[in-house]
């Protein structure tokens, strides 16, 4: 959808709208392979955490100060970076 | 991309461009484009055929130097299975293009 | 020397339809993505060569996403795209490129990106005459963006603007991923 139909989904509290357009952003163009691209990145987070190795804990506090839109942005750059690490990439425009 | 070419094009310099997707291209209704019936990301061809790159981009130029009517769009007449042939022909004779 | 003298196709009758290998491009997008794809009503009024090819400077654009490897990517995670553009210089060979795109495959591009930006290509056809020159940069930017009207606002006008009062373009080649 484009950012104009995002904003009117949002008005009129239409979130149904707005997640299929996430999945479909996510499954390059594929709805059902964004939700299923939704469930690897937390599967992978947790995977990464079974290792058990130290964490910085006081950069993502510092982190957390940022303002909300970089925050927002950040979400989306930590879900693709969670996908390449658990080595399926899908994005290849083939959808 | 269209956008870009008809902004471009507005401003008095003249464009061509090169394109996969005729619909999307006769839709924005863009000044010259040369049409390639290839999939996306080989709008020039394939790696190290510097022969076929070369021949795609010449045909995109000569748009520039001889088109009339504006909207022109023109395909370039090699299927997507002769240029992977070539380029497989030339691979298994151990040299590249 | 012309376009027309270096081994160009020859004439192609325009009425021959090729076939799209992915039919319904436009169609497929925007069932997806409602709103995110243009169609004009009219066309805009052509440009024309004030000189032949061999004496004008010829301006690269893409989408594909390419920069310099010692820039920073352009951000291709964002999901209503990135409404900026890179400039790449016109000197610039395959090792000093990179690509970083979601959504379009570039496995043939990462090896050699004369594919998708046939930079190279241009370079050898100023050698030899056959165009006048390039402008000193190149420009690329991501195709992906949900809002066509900032897009048109911002990337399209700046670009086109950058195109004819910075780089002095004669003509430009429109390179999509």
Aim: glycine share 6%.
């Amino acid at each position: 959808m484009s950012v104009a139909y995002l904003r009117g989904a949002v008005a009129r509290g239409d979130l149904e709208k707005v997640i299929r357009f996430v999945r479909l952003h996510l499954g390059d163009g594929n709805e059902a392979v964004g939700k299923d691209e939704v469930d690897r990145s937390w599967v992978e987070a947790v995977k990464i955490l079974l290792r058990e190795e130290p964490v910085d804990r006081k950069f993502i506090a510092g982190v957390l100060e940022k303002d909300e839109s970089t925050l927002a942005l950040l979400l989306f750059h930590l879900h693709f970076y969670l996908i390449r690490k658990s080595g399926r990439w899908i994005h290849d425009g083939s959808r | 991309m269209g956008l870009i070419q008809r902004a471009i094009e507005e401003r008095g310099v003249p464009t061509v461009s090169v394109t996969v997707a005729r619909d999307v291209t006769e839709l924005i209704k863009v000044p010259r484009a040369l049409f390639v019936p290839w999939p996306m990301g080989h709008h020039f061809g394939v790696p190290f055929h510097r022969e076929l790159q070369r021949r795609v981009v010449l045909a995109a130029l000569a748009l520039l130097e001889n088109s009339e009517d504006p909207g022109l769009l023109i395909n370039l007449p090699m299927k997507w299975a002769d240029v992977r042939r070539e380029a497989k022909t030339l691979t298994e004779q151990g040299r590249r293009l | 020397m012309t376009a027309a003298d270096s081994g160009a196709l020859p004439t192609i009758d325009p009425r021959e339809a090729g076939t799209q290998l992915r039919s319904g491009l436009w169609k497929t997008i925007n069932e997806r993505y409602p709103g995110a794809m243009i169609r004009k009503d009219s066309f805009v009024p052509q440009a024309r060569l004030a000189n032949s090819l061999s004496q004008s400077r010829l301006v690269m654009i893409s989408s594909c996403g390419v920069h310099l490897k010692t820039d920073e990517p352009l951000d291709v995670c964002h999901p209503f795209g990135d409404f900026r553009f890179l400039r790449v210089p016109s000197s610039a060979k395959h090792e000093d490129l990179i690509i970083h795109q979601l959504k379009y495959p570039h496995d043939d591009a990462d090896l050699d990106i004369n594919v998708i930006f046939p930079i190279e290509r241009l370079q050898e056809l100023c050698e030899e005459g056959v165009l006048g020159g390039l402008t000193p940069n190149f420009f690329s930017f991501i195709g992906y963006n949900m809002d066509p009207d900032k897009f048109e606002r911002t990337v399209a006008a700046d670009i086109a603007q950058a195109v004819v009062e910075k780089e002095h373009a004669d003509c430009a080649l429109l390179a999509p991923a």
